[in-house]
């Protein structure tokens, strides 16, 4: 079953956590073949791969959390996959977030949701999203 969103007690689970330390976010994408963005939308029927709309959100996001203090501690090219099925993630990374708060605030913004989010919804067909507290 491919998960695109936490669901309700994983998010509880989340924000039960402490909110006054640094976290890092450990991204684990698979990318559809061929984005759907929604009819309606100015992307539907462009034809653009699900990476090529993920580098979409990304700049989005990259936008919306640029003065929170969010950073990319991680990324690197998939090689091979040393355990585990082949193929199972395009993408790997780690976010760096000061703290939860900054990360909850990012969720629940008004642009993030509208304008960005879009984007991750037509590129992703799976991913993992896993918090460890950061140092």
């Not at 998960?3 to 989340?14: A, G, K, Y």
């Not at 690197?76 to 193929?87: D, K």
């Not at 199972?88 to 976010?95: G, L, Q």
Request: proline letters at 7%; charged letters at 25%; hydrophobic letters at 40%.
């Amino acid at each position: 079953m491919p998960h695109i969103d936490p669901s309700r007690e994983n998010w509880q689970r989340f924000k039960d956590l402490p909110r006054d330390r640094p976290i890092h976010m450990l991204n684990l994408i698979k990318f559809r073949d061929l984005a759907q963005y929604p009819e309606g939308h100015p992307n539907h029927g462009k034809g653009l791969t699900g990476r090529e709309a993920y580098a979409i959100y990304l700049e989005g996001f990259q936008r919306v959390v640029a003065d929170d203090g969010a950073a990319m501690v991680w990324e690197a090219p998939i090689e091979c996959v040393v355990t585990g099925p082949e193929g199972e993630w395009d993408e790997a990374f780690v976010m760096g977030y000061p703290n939860s708060g900054v990360f909850m605030a990012m969720v629940k913004n008004e642009e993030y949701v509208r304008d960005v989010v879009p984007h991750r919804s037509a590129a992703v067909a799976d991913s993992r999203l896993i918090r460890f507290g950061g140092k």
